[in-house]
């Protein structure tokens, strides 16, 4: 008789409140403004009753978990214009390390199943701007409109205004140990084609005719070990379509594993202007596993 295949799963979700902390100019990346978190709002829930999540192994547990932000680790983090190549080391502008709960959001979690299983990012997993900033959006100037049209994504030739948001510079990685899977849950989204930011930072050093559409960016990090969200993301709850993926990692029978999750803000990125300051983002990670009995 064939084995079968069950899903479970377990959500995380994530509210950070960004504001102006400090004022600059456009700078390498594309700004040396930081944005000062006021609060993550993180809650957790399984699914099924088959997975359970805790911030240390002695506290795992299937009932929601919730974290206050306000002190501890967290009350000195701001969101700056960090890069990470691999999701592992992340780094300043200087190239040096950022670090974390300072830089970066950072949050350790710890896993464990009743049975062996591999985990995966399921399709309820979103980075949005539940709370955009439309004060702080950009203008070009007529010349620089012309000459910067609709190359990036997002026409920017009609009005000039850069309306971006601080969730399509988002990043996320999984760390299990020292191997890292990062998402850009809005690859496509945005000023996702050439890079807005760097041609923007020209503009503003020299004006309309220094303007440039980068045909290929020098700021753009190495390919990451997933890049989009269709190569991590399952679409529907089925065992076919979660295989497909990309696994995030696995857990054998009641073996607590930690599991790091770091947020940062892309400065790599075409959106990381000023622009996305004082912009909420929301992040919901659901995760599902699989579990396959033998022969399956």
Known sequence: MKATKRLIGAVVALVAALAVSVGAT????????????NAFEVSVRDATGNLSIGLSAESLSQAPLTIDTSTGAYTNLKLKDVTSEDGVTINDKEESPATANTDYFKLELYFMSTTAVKVYL?????????????????????AARAIAGSKYGQDVSTNGKLTTNAANAARVSFVDTATGKIWEPNANQGFH??????DYEKYIKGGATSWSVTDEPTNVPATPAISSADDLVAKTATS?????????FSLE??????????????????????????DKIATTLEFVAIEAGAGA
């Open 240 to 248: 076919k379509d979660v295989t497909t993926k990309t696994e995030l």
């Open 122 to 142: 399921a399709e309820g997993s979103q980075v949005v701007c539940s709370s955009p900033n439309a004060t702080n959006d950009l203008v070009l100037d007529t």
């Open 26 to 37: 456009f700078a390498w990346f594309t700004t040396q403004n930081t944005a000062k978190v």
């Open 253 to 278: 029978a009641n073996v607590a594993k930690k599991i790091t999750i770091n947020i940062w803000i892309e400065g790599k990125d075409g959106d990381c202007l000023n622009s996305i300051f004082a």
């Open 193 to 198: 084609e050439k890079n807005l930011a760097e």
